[in-house]
């Protein structure tokens, strides 16, 4: 079995990324509740940095928390960030998605806001992007893969499925926005999918410790 932390407190990534990491057979994925209050500043320049920040973040507490670490008996630990770059807007809001209209702000404010942002563009091109960190507890290493998906901003929102600005991010394979695309097949295409899938192949190739049928769902 190959225990693995996703550092995150956000319960819609943590269940997409279970949900991804679910077709590779002998991980078990695992979070820590919010009553574990682990503070992290996401001062990062780049998602790659943002990334790591997480990561150490939950390095750290674990190692301040040795009972829980024991318990845990992880054999890595992975965060990620993410955002969404438009061209017209020369590539942001990129690593400030999350807080484009403000600091503590919904999702529908965040949509709301790039919407009347973009009221008089014509190029509607944007980009998801995904970069994982992924933290080796035995080898003290870092690994990053990194997954995009293109698309197309659309003028108004559709669709209820998904979170972030999924309702609309509109994806032309599909001729939907990735909030009316079903969950499955979301997790075929998302930029999360692509960096994760990449991630767990890597796992699954690193020898002995992958083991292919003792995978738990939880």
């Known amino acids: 079995m190959v225990d693995i932390l996703i550092a995150t407190g956000n319960s819609h990534k943590f269940r997409e990324i279970k949900s991804i990491m679910g077709d590779f057979a002998g991980l078990n994925i695992v979070c820590l509740d ?36 024991s318990e845990l008996n992880l054999s890595y630990i992975v965060s990620e960030d993410s955002g ?86 509109f994806v032309p394979e599909f001729n939907k926005t990735v909030a009316q695309i079903d969950a499955s097949e979301k997790n075929k295409i998302s930029h999360r999918s692509i960096a994760f899938r990449m991630l767990a192949e890597t796992i699954k190739e690193s020898g002995p410790t992958y083991e292919s049928k003792t995978y738990k769902r939880i």
Do not use: W
């Open 84 to 169: 969404l770059e438009v061209d017209c807007l020369n590539g942001t809001p990129g690593i400030f998605t999350a807080r484009y209209a403000g600091e503590n702000a919904s999702d529908t404010d965040n949509i709301n806001a790039l919407l009347n942002a973009m009221k008089s563009k014509k190029n509607r091109h944007a980009k998801f992007v995904c970069l994982t960190c992924m933290y080796d507890v035995k080898k003290h290493s870092f690994h990053y893969f990194r997954g995009e998906l293109n698309g197309l901003i659309s003028k108004e929102v559709s669709g209820a499925k998904g979170f972030g600005y999924d309702p609309i991010f």
């Open 34 to 69: 919010k009553s574990f209050q682990i503070e992290i500043v996401e001062d990062g320049e780049t998602y790659e940095e943002n990334a790591k920040i997480k990561t150490e973040g939950y390095v750290k507490f674990l190692d301040e928390n040795p009972g829980l670490k």
